[in-house]
Structure formats: structure tokens, C-alpha cells
């Protein structure tokens, strides 16, 4: 089958112009998913740590999983909270 690029599909876009969009859409996906990594590259990455409540001196928050102590006062991790 031969493609036309100048072939109408519908009203008065052509097949390269219909092309051309996609081009873009697609362009412009790949933007942003580029923009998106750049922009929360700094943000831990949530699925390797675990939400922890530290007994010791109440401070709260995400740690790694594999972390066994307190970022605050060093006590040992002896349970963790999930939420
Ligand atoms: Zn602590």
C-alpha cells in the first residue's frame, strides 16, 4: 500500500499534517516526562524507604528500609510504623 503524505484524511488535514501533530504530541510527552525526571530527581525514592516513628524522641518520618537508626537522636529502629 502506498501512503500518500498529501493524501486528505478528513476536512482539510492532510496525512503529513496529521503526522505532524503526532509528532509533536509525542515530542511533547517525551518533554515532559524529561522535565518531570529533572524535576523530582532530588525527591527520595519512597518505594525503598519505610514511614518510621522513632520512640525515643517522637521524630517522624520516612527512612530507608534498610536504615536501623534514629537520623535524629541514633536510637536503634525497633519498630516501624506502615501508613
Ligand atoms: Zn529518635
Known sequence: MDLDLDMI????TSL???L???????GALL???????LFFK???V????VYFVCENCDWEGHVS??????P???HPISRVATH
Not at 9 to 12: A, I, N, T
Not at 20 to 26: D, F, K, L, R, S
Open 9 to 12: 484524511l478528513f476536512g482539510e
Open 72 to 74: 535524629k537522636c541514633n
Open 31 to 37: 518533554a515532559l516526562r524529561i522535565v518531570k525526571r
Open 46 to 49: 519512597l518505594a525503598h524507604t
Open 42 to 44: 532530588k525527591k527520595p
Open 20 to 26: 505532524y501533530v503526532a509528532a509533536a504530541v509525542v
Open 16 to 18: 503529513r499534517q496529521a
Open 65 to 70: 528500609k534498610f536504615g536501623t537508626r534514629c
